[in-house]
T-cell receptor
């Protein structure tokens, strides 16, 4: 069965600190997608990144970077030089891949990040 | 503006009452989804629709119903059979169900019991 575990329920950092959000997943499939979404206090989910299981290259986008390691079934998210605007709940999600397309999303329980000035 | 519109933002339900949450999109997306979010929990899938006039149960469909009569609209009814309806409800869309595009979400509706 598919499962996504975000062991960190809440993290609090001071502005300009680096912070890493952990995500560990379980799936029996060899082909799947991994996602990160951000949920600010206003409530909507904002898509951040999608990674497929065949692409283990790390990705950097500004202050955000993602480390995908199939060997440990992890897809961790690092924010460098955190800012108050980064305060949000961050969700990791997994979808399997059926017949050439994505299946439904399975979400972790989220990590609430608080960045204090 | 293009996007996903959920209304109302806040909704109150009396005991034994059915209420309907609206989700409208002008993105011309085929697939639409309803999720429920409880405090400290991830999102759980209630129902989804791949195309007009088709929908499928998700993981927690009991006590909910949907319709998909138009491509733009996917309303969710929370029936009196749903004994614990207080939650945050999110609607999402995706271009085509069999595409590899990510899901995009609306702003959500917060439902409470009076």
């Amino acid at each position: 069965a598919q499962k996504v575990t975000q062991a960190q329920t809440e993290i609090s950092v001071v502005e300009k600190e680096d912070v890493t959000l952990d995500c560990v997943y379980e799936t029996r499939d060899t082909t799947y997608y991994l996602f990160w979404y951000k949920q600010p206090p206003s409530g909507e989910l904002v898509f951040l990144i999608r990674r497929n299981s065949f692409d283990e290259q790390n990705e950097i986008s500004g202050r955000y970077s993602w480390n995908f390691q199939k060997s440990t079934s992890s897809f961790n998210f690092t924010i460098t030089a955190s800012q108050v605007v980064d305060s949000a709940v961050y969700f990791c999600a997994l979808s399997e891949y059926y017949g050439g397309s994505q299946g439904n999303l399975i979400f972790g329980k989220g990590t609430k990040l608080s960045v204090k000035p | 503006d293009g996007g996903i519109t959920q209304s109302p933002k806040y909704l109150f339900r009396k005991e034994g009452q059915n209420v309907t949450l609206s989700c409208e999109q002008n993105l011309n997306h085929d697939a639409m989804y309803w999720y429920r979010q409880d405090p400290g929990q991830g999102l759980r899938l209630i129902y989804y629709s791949q195309i007009v006039n088709d929908f499928q149960k998700g993981d927690i469909a009991e006590g909910y119903s949907v319709s998909r009569e138009k491509k733009e609209s996917f309303p969710l009814t929370v029936t009196s059979a749903q004994k614990n309806p207080t939650a945050f409800y999110l609607c999402a869309t995706r271009g085509q169900y069999n595409s590899n595009q990510p899901q995009h979400f609306g702003d959500g509706t917060r439902l409470s019991i009076l």
